[in-house]
């Protein structure tokens, strides 16, 4: 039971960070021609086509459809990892499911700028050149820290805020690992 359970969650979180990634790929770049982003853009797609038959005929309304994917990944998580566990599903109300549903997507959000920091970092010390996935971590740290990057110098090719970022992220998570080790495993 306990295998099934972190094949759901797991297997749920994956999904979700794809998704998430998709979303602001599709927020933040023009250019499709990279290769990681036609990689990520050919796993959101295998998912997609399934919802569009259902959701929408259009293929304009993109948008909507990761959104919709991404609110039922978040809000279904939780429920079905209570329904495996428990074997019951009517303890909880709504407002839970909903409390749960935003702090799993807070959650996600800090995972993916956590791994997202810690890539580019690394890929800075080892100085990697011409290469997808670094363009398009420059455009993604560059969203994010576009307005501190000026306040913070580079020291040694690396950018001590970012590190200072991933820090703070790293200490939040093992704080709320340690306060609520059950509920921090669910969501």
Known sequence: MITIICFYKHLIEIILFIFLLRLWIYFSINDYYNSFVRYIMLLTNFILKYFKIFFLKKKKNELLL????????????????????????????????????????????????????????????????????????EIFINQIYNFKKNNFFNTYNINIILLITNIILYF????????????????
């Not at 939780?78 to 839970?96: T, V």
């Not at 011409?130 to 363009?135: K, S």
């Not at 939040?172 to 969501?187: A, E, G, R, T, V």
């Open 66 to 137: 990761i959104l919709v994917i991404i609110i039922l990944l978040l809000f279904l998580k939780y429920p079905i990892l209570i329904l495996i566990q428990d074997k019951n599903l009517f303890f909880y109300k709504l407002n839970a499911y909903l409390f749960v549903s935003i702090l799993t997507l807070l959650k996600f959000l800090g995972y993916l700028f956590f791994w997202l920091i810690t890539i580019y970092l690394i890929s800075n010390i080892f100085n990697f050149k011409n290469n997808d996935l670094i363009d398009l971590l």
């Open 172 to 187: 939040l998570s093992n704080l709320l690992i340690d306060l609520f080790p059950q509920f921090w495993f669910l969501i």
